[in-house]
């Protein structure tokens, strides 16, 4: 697989656009999310203007569940009187759990799929769509980062984010707004300790994982911000590499198994290379 990303030409790599990404600053690092605005406008649109006002600065990691999710926000968002203020972000969004298929780029498995009648990415995030309903949503791969909520459909504001960190919970597709996924950073997420409370929420303030600062890449100067590339799912050696992993002809593997699974297509990221050389 290695080999076949050192061969991509640079037009098969894309740069993160700075205004749909977000720096999670934590003690340990930064972690790097990109924001999906395509699947989820509304909610981006509030993500944006809650990093921008400062919102998760100070607050904490509040969840990790094995095999599942790490999600933070605000520890005190069920008590009225001490939650934090929204700000300018709107109180109530859309859901926004799908979107029309028609008109959305596309790059299609062959493989089949147990939660949808077809699997692929679009834009970089793995997808799935139903072409007779006319519908098309993002899949909970690992990585992926969704808006939490209630029981209400609408009752997200997208203050409270999560990110899968266990197998993939395809069930919850359709289900809850997926708004972008990590792109760097992940390890640091995935290695906090276990919530020992009911679906992994910590018991007592003092476990919270806190967080210096969610800021938009666009709001940071641009020498401290990741220089990051991805592969392009467009492109050909995106193919040559899913096939490469539904397939697997090195020595080692002895029965190629003729399938890949949307999550377990791998979505490189690589440092971008310098805009200038070194003399000599």
């Known amino acids: 697989m290695q080999e076949i990303i050192d061969a991509a030409p640079a037009t098969d790599w894309r740069t993160l656009d700075p205004a749909n990404t977000l720096y999670m600053q934590l003690a340990t690092g930064r972690v790097v999310i990109e924001l999906a605005p395509d699947f989820a406008p509304e909610h981006i649109a509030n993500i944006r203007t809650l990093a921008k006002e400062g919102y998760w600065n100070d607050l ?40 029309k298929a028609k008109g959305v780029p596309f790059v299609r498995l062959p493989d089949r799929d147990g939660w949808a009648p077809e699997v692929g990415f679009s834009g970089g ?6 072409p007779k309903a006319n519908k098309a949503w993002l899949a909970h791969c690992y990585g992926m980062v969704g808006a939490g909520r209630d029981v209400a459909a ?35 997420l995935s290695i906090l300790p276990r919530g020992t409370a009911a679906l992994g929420f910590y018991e007592k303030p003092e476990q919270h994982v806190p967080i210096k600062a969610i800021t938009l890449a666009s709001e940071v100067p641009e020498a401290e911000r990741a220089q990051l590339q991805l592969l392009r799912t467009d492109s050909q050696t995106f193919t040559t590499l899913v096939e490469s992993r539904r397939n697997r002809r090195d020595e080692w593997y002895k029965r ?25």
């Not at 791998?266 to 440092?271: C, I, N």
């Open 60 to 99: 904490a990691i509040i969840r990790s569940q094995d095999n599942y999710v790490v999600q933070w926000g605000d520890p005190n968002s069920d008590d009225a009187a001490k939650k934090k203020p929204l700000g300018t972000a709107k109180p109530k969004l859309p859901v926004e759990f799908e979107r």
């Open 125 to 130: 995030f793995p997808a799935a769509r139903d």
């Open 154 to 188: 609408d009752s997200s504001d997208g203050s409270s984010l999560y990110v899968v960190t266990g197998q993939s919970p395809r069930m919850l597709d359709r289900n809850i707004t997926l708004v972008g996924r990590v792109v760097q950073g992940i390890e640091l």
């Open 256 to 280: 190629p198994s003729g399938h890949i699974d949307l999550c377990n297509v791998p979505l490189p990221v690589r440092a971008a290379p310098s805009a200038t050389k070194p003399a000599g």
